[in-house]
Nanobody, 121 residues
Framework: QVQLVESGGGLVQPGGSLRLSCAAS????????IGWFRQAPGKEREGVSC????????YYVDSVKGRFTISRDNAKNTVYLQMNNLKPEDTAVYYC??????????????WGQGTQVTVSS
């Protein structure tokens, strides 16, 4: 069955870095766009970044542009989110989600369980 498993979260000081991984199984990763989302306590889930399947065009929410980089390694069935210069407001549970097709404008179909990122001194 389709599975997405996030890893790489943790506690980091402001200005620090983390790399999140989204390991996919049960489907052919290179056929689908993958998005990263986050949800902070008391807030709605928001889209952070997304990467298309074939052309690998990427998208970012304004608040993370220049700090976060999404990438994919289809051979390893994994999508990454490199997060640099982290800020306390980046604290949230981060989720990856598989789109219904190869482009980020398609709907989300499957979700991982999430990984906690806490940015604090």
């Amino acid at each position: 069955q389709v599975q997405l498993v996030e890893s790489g979260g943790g506690l980091v000081q402001p200005g620090g870095s983390l790399r999140l991984s989204c390991a996919a199984s049960g489907f052919t990763l290179d056929s689908y766009a993958i998005g990263w989302f986050r949800q902070a306590p008391g807030k709605e889930r928001e889209g952070v970044s997304c990467i298309n399947s074939s052309d690998r065009i990427t998208y970012y929410v304004d608040s993370v542009k220049g700090r976060f980089t999404i990438s994919r390694d289809n051979a390893k069935n994994t999508v990454y989110l490199q997060m640099n210069n982290l800020k306390p407001e980046d604290t949230a549970v981060y989720y990856c989600a598989r789109r219904s097709g190869g482009y980020c404008f398609s709907s989300n179909t499957y979700w991982g369980q999430g990984t906690q990122v806490t940015v604090s001194s």
